[in-house]
């Protein structure tokens, strides 16, 4: 289901602050995807998704050749999963070694993963411009409580 990035529905931008492991997808010189698991955050204000590299990695390198190649440059997915709920953001991605923009990457991960990320002194980050969202995340359903009317579920009443 496609997600309005003009007014994104407040359980989607919640499910992106929860603690979870994601997934890039990036496109290899050849055109085959290469797949990794990933941190990412969210910014909705500026809509940019940062993931921390290094910058020899294949995942840097892949947005890298993209950026030099014909066309607009590097289109990625990153997605996460959850049980039945999932969300992916696509866009065009960009690769900084700027150090501000290192530390906010780093600052915005601490924040979303409650740690610290690794020191790495060959950081890179990989900024994705947000051009499209889809998922599935909406708000939880009301439950029924176990002391409520009727049978409860799982109890075999007579």
């Not at 603690?19 to 990036?26: A, E, M």
């Not at 979303?112 to 995340?137: C, F, K, M, S, T």
């Given at each position: 289901m496609a997600i309005?990035?003009?007014a994104p529905p407040a359980p989607y931008l919640s499910f992106w602050r929860e603690?979870?492991?994601?997934?890039?997808?990036?496109l290899r010189p050849d055109g085959t995807p290469h797949v990794v698991p990933v941190g990412v955050t969210y910014d909705p204000d500026t809509g940019v998704a940062r993931v921390l590299a290094s910058r020899g990695s294949r995942k840097v390198r892949n947005v890298l050749a993209a950026a030099e190649?014909?066309?607009p440059g590097a289109r990625v997915a990153v997605c996460?999963?959850?049980?039945?709920r999932w969300a992916t953001l696509e866009g065009l991605a960009t690769v900084t070694t700027d150090p501000g923009r290192i530390a906010e990457g780093e600052r915005r991960y601490a924040e979303?993963?409650?740690?610290?990320?690794?020191?790495?002194?060959?950081?890179?980050?990989?900024?994705?411009?947000?051009?499209?969202?889809?998922?599935?995340?909406?708000?939880a359903p009301a439950r029924a409580r176990e002391d409520g009317p009727g049978p409860a579920r799982g109890r075999v009443t007579a």
């Open positions: 309005d990035l003009g603690r979870h492991l994601c997934t890039l997808t990036t190649g014909p066309g996460q999963v959850d049980g039945r979303r993963y409650g740690r610290q990320p690794r020191v790495n002194p060959d950081r890179a980050v990989i900024e994705i411009a947000v051009d499209r969202a889809l998922g599935n995340v909406r708000p």
